[in-house]
């Protein structure tokens, strides 16, 4: 979330004077739970290897992007999350065929 906060902010979409305060939105939702915050554990990095090596000689999967989907499919199997939101192609194609369920924000919806 900061990478992608930096991002608006060097593409100029957003002001640095906005980057603080989401920033302090972002910190506050997580101490008030409003965000789920799990721990990085191994099998989520052997679950990123195996998409890597499933997926990578296709698809331009990259590696923290594999990680945040092998997180996000074993939250899914624990009933913990039931969608991924994410417009990058790559996530959505490889999560779509793992069986996770995706919401692109920038996908018209039916």
């Known amino acids: 979330t900061q990478s992608a906060f930096a991002l608006k902010v060097r593409t100029g979409e957003i002001t640095e004077r906005l980057l603080v305060g989401l920033?302090?939105?972002?910190?506050?939702?997580?101490?008030?739970?409003k965000l789920l915050v799990v721990r990085v554990l191994r099998r989520h990095f052997n679950r990123a290897d195996k998409l890597l090596q499933t997926y990578g000689p296709t698809i331009r999967l990259r590696t923290l992007d594999a990680l945040h989907l092998a997180i996000a499919l074993d939250l899914q199997s624990q009933g913990r999350v039931q969608n991924?939101?994410?417009?990058?192609n790559a996530m959505v194609t490889v999560g779509t065929n793992e069986g996770l369920a995706i919401i692109n924000p920038l996908a018209p919806t039916a």
């Open 23 to 33: 920033r302090a939105r972002l910190r506050a939702d997580v101490i008030q739970r």
């Open 84 to 88: 991924l939101i994410t417009a990058d």
